[in-house]
């Protein structure tokens, strides 16, 4: 695969959130409402699409428990079919409990559905009690030493030295403060201008804004360099690299919106798709490659 230019995912691609965002899911729903859904089961809310925001994920997880005790009567499986079926993401989740419940029981479970709790409880236990007081500038009342620290770079020396001949850049879920964090501890250095966050845009993946903008802003880059070296030179190609089905479709979505240049959807099987069953639903949903991890990426590019 020949490319002019990367851009990365973070959670997943380069480093492991199996312990930290999604374990925040499952214990919040536990400690808000008492009951919650398997950690497994979060996959099959990545997989319905539109949840590219944990806390949206979270709300929608949550309330499926809600919706249950009212009698919800489909398992997890059925319930994320049912929002990927309506387009996947919050408002299709609670369109399908809209329709499932009877008015009484669905006024319910929207009035014990928690919305602000769960993320304040999301965020104290991800962040734990000092980083959340620091980035949300809130008193915590949770004493959590925080899930963020529990996160295993994937990303090596080795592949990040590799990268150094591309233009490079992230597009990613995480809130800004919470990118910060992971860069750092990667040795990632990307600057702003290179990279959206959650607070950078509103649609969110699988939208290919953020991915197309990127694009345009390598292209000036380029040009200039190659101007001033009395070159001439381009960004014709992009290749994202990421661990979700919504990471694959963005740069589906970016060839559509940009029809002059190739973007290729690279899936990683670090995250939650794994297995020769993750390599399977990322070619279904039109990836261009598949690898074990980010690290195989610049044998790929070679």
């Known amino acids: ?94 369109a399908v409990v809209d329709d499932a419940l009877p008015s009484a029981a669905r006024e319910r479970a929207r009035a014990d559905w928690d919305t602000d709790a769960l993320r304040a409880v999301f965020q104290q236990l991800y962040l734990g009690a000092e980083l959340y007081a620091d980035i949300e500038g809130e008193e915590p009342d949770i004493d959590a030493p925080g899930f963020i620290h529990d996160e295993p770079v994937i990303l090596e020396r080795a592949t990040l030295d590799a990268l150094a ?22 040795n990632l250095d990307v600057p702003d201008d290179r990279r959206f966050t959650m607070d950078d845009w509103e649609r969110g993946k699988p939208h290919p804004h953020a991915l197309v903008t990127l694009a345009e802003r390598f292209e000036a880059d380029a040009a200039s360099a190659s101007s001033d070296r009395g070159e001439s030179g381009g960004v014709e190609t992009v290749v994202f690299v990421g661990d979700t089905l919504d990471d694959v479709k963005t740069a589906r979505n970016a060839a559509e919106a940009d029809p002059d240049r190739d973007y290729y959807g690279v899936g990683v099987l670090t995250g939650g798709l794994t297995g020769e069953a993750g390599r399977r639903k990322y070619e279904e949903a039109g990836a261009e490659a598949v690898v074990d991890s980010v690290n195989d990426l610049p044998d790929l590019l070679e």
């Open 1 to 94: 695969m020949q490319v002019d230019a990367v851009v990365l995912d973070i959670d997943g691609v380069v480093v492991d959130v199996a312990d930290s965002y999604r374990r925040a899911i499952v214990e919040s729903i536990e400690r808000v409402h008492g009951d919650t859904v398997e950690k497994a089961d979060v996959q099959a809310f990545k997989d319905a699409g539109g949840f590219n925001n944990d806390w949206e994920l979270t709300y929608a997880a949550a309330l499926y428990v809600l919706a249950s005790r009212e009698g919800l009567a489909m398992d997890v499986e059925a319930y994320t079919d049912r929002i990927e079926a309506r387009g996947g993401g919050l408002a299709a989740a609670e």
């Open 165 to 186: 001949d591309y233009p490079l850049g992230i597009v990613t879920g995480r809130p800004a403060d919470e990118a910060d964090i992971a860069q750092r501890r990667a």
